[in-house]
């Protein structure tokens, strides 16, 4: 069975740092891309960056490169998502997924194009 199990979102005060875990089983982690998506209410799910699990290649939406880092450990099977000077606006659910073969769908933001996706985790930033 496919699982994306997403932790460490909780509540966070504005300019404070968050640390998402994305832990995969049940398919081969390294024949996969993995990439993590926000949504925030009452807007569409975007995408925040993608990370290549064989090369560690990286893509990052323009908005949020300079405050968030994608990484992933294939020993674990996990991939992260480091948070820093979290904002207000960043409050959102946010989802990592799975793309097989290189994350051209998560490079283009076709969120329709993943191949698994996790249930969530809530991040609240308070001003």
């Known amino acids: 069975e496919v699982q994306l199990v997403e932790s460490g979102g909780g509540l966070v005060q504005a300019g404070g740092s968050l640390r998402l875990s994305c832990a995969a089983s049940?398919?081969?982690?390294?024949?996969?891309?993995m990439g993590w998506f926000l949504q925030a209410p009452g807007k569409e799910r975007e995408r925040i960056s993608c990370?290549?699990?064989?090369?560690?290649?990286?893509y990052y939406a323009d908005s949020l490169k300079d405050r968030f880092t994608i990484s992933s450990d294939e020993n674990k099977n996990t991939v992260y998502l480091q948070m820093s000077n979290l904002k207000p606006e960043d409050t959102a659910v946010y989802y990592c997924?799975?793309?097989?073969?290189?994350?051209?769908?998560?490079?283009?933001?076709?969120?329709?194009?993943?191949?698994?996706w996790g249930n969530g985790t809530l991040v609240t930033v308070s001003s």
């Open positions: 049940g398919f081969s982690f390294d024949d996969y891309s």
């Open positions: 990370i290549s699990t064989s090369d560690e290649s990286t």
């Open positions: 997924a799975a793309e097989r073969g290189f994350y051209s769908s998560c490079l283009m933001g076709a969120s329709y194009g993943m191949n698994y």
